[in-house]
């Protein structure tokens, strides 16, 4: 196991490298210069390729990019043009936010996905399988931001019950301002959740073993926990470490309608304004933290499952 | 009284080329003791037998006609596939599957697989489901139980998983056991065993057996009686020795042919010393 983690962990150096590469491409390709932008319309040309100098952005595009990935082995991201600190201080100031969105909605998502898979699965009733349906396809046809606003609407503006927007000040606020966009967030992997949970315990409740265990005259209900949702809860667990990535891309969004101040909308400011430092650092950090998440993924699923467990 | 009687039980199954009868007219007593062999070729209704004995038919058949009694009262409650009085399960009729590798819960220790019904009905704490458990596996001839009873159906050879399912089919004591081919899945020399296991407590605990299997040697080692079964229908039962000795039927004298040993070996046999090979039979 110890070595297995080894080589996962070490396999992840040239994925960090790829990553790492590729969005300094990107932004390299990109159309724009960031001290122009950073200067304005009526900057004169002297003064750009003063800033320019001064950012280091006149040196050869190789040296750059080496600058760059040494940066990174050494924690350095470099600094930030428009906000005038370094990369590291934004990440400490901004992630949190977006992390415990995270959090919160991988929370929600598994508490709406689960009873509802399981009631459509153990009862195979017309009206659960309506209402998941209903429920899926509708989740599934509306965009987050959508979705965000609508909520806002409903549950913020109209009763308000919720925050429309912002982040509090104490852990109890932030909890209670990531309600709506944690749900907003969760609804957009819920439908894969669902279908994949439902699909995986409509199997192992026609399993073999399900069979037997009813032979024995063991009760339903007993039957839908330990046989049915044991089996099927270990395949759940590898389509949830997947979703999480989907779940990078919804929190990033979602933030930026809720005025969650986390990383999302950094990076939205970040790209407009071509401060490429920052975007390179937020892309390498979440593709380091996808793969972390699917490593943890294949740790838990290994450890609750006997088969990978004790070797199989 | 008979233990058992399946009583005109006619089954039909929506399919995909449309309605379908798979059970026909069905009728099979069985008495409180009897051990019975039912055979016939592929897919003609034995495994749906046991199944609609269980009330465990799959989705999209439904019992037509006829009555399931056990120990004289109708344990199909109103006809329907859902009509079925699950007390019986486990308790008074119970049944061993085909394949162990597949009838075992994967992610549950045996030892728990083997007690979790009775102990839900009993109110057993986990210490003495545990013990149950122990006594249990020792009882089907699985050495050191104590240890065992903590493995994985995967850490388990076949010969000891089945071993494992019947015990788990017979810890509540019940008084009818369904067998659906189980030792099909497994290694030749190990099927020896594994049917000496089932005439030791066939007869140890006076069970009411319903074998199926297409080896008509096995019948011959451990059944008294036979039912033949063709396209749903059961075309001919009797005693072993006269079924195998004057078939009414061609179908029938078909099966008994194809079995290489019935003519001399096993036959003899069949009072009880029966020590003929268990497998070559026909498939
Ligand atoms: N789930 C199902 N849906 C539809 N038809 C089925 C289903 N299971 C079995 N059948 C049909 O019912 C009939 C009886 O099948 P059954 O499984 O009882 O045969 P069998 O005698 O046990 O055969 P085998 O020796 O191959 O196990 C067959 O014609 C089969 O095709
Ligand atoms: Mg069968």
Redesign the interface.
Known sequence: MGKYILRRVLLMIPIVLGVATLSFVLMKLAPGDPAAAYLGDKATPEAVAQLRHAWGLDQPMIIQYFQFLGGLFVGDFGRSFIFQTTVLELLKLRMPATLMLMLVSLIFAVVISVPLSLWVAATKSAASAIVSRVFTATVQGMPAFFVGTLLILVLGVNTGLFPVGGYGSSLGEHLYSLVLPGIVVALTICPVLIRSLTAALNDSLS???T?????????RS?IVR??AF??AG?TGISILGIQVGHLVGGALVVENVFAIPGVGSLLMEAVLARDYNVVQALTVIFGVLVVLVYLLTDIVYSLV???VR?G? | MPILEVDSLTVDIDGEVGRRRILDDVSITLEAGEPMGLVGESGSGKSMTLRSILGMLPPGAEIVEGEIRFRGTNILTSGSRRGYDQRIRGTGISMVFQEPAIALNPVMKVGRQITDAVAEHKGLSKRSAHELAVELMDRVGIADPERRAHSYPFQLSGGMRQRVMIAAALVQEPEVLLCDEPTTALDVTIQAQVLDLFRTMQQERGLGLLYVTHDLAVVAQLCQSISVMKDGRIIEHGVLQSVFDDPTEDHTRKLLTATPRIDDGVFAGTGGDASAGTSEGAR
């Open positions: 399993a073999e073993y069979n037997f265990a009813a032979s024995k005259g063991l009760s007993k330990n046989y044991r089996n270990i499952d006997p088969r004790l199989a």
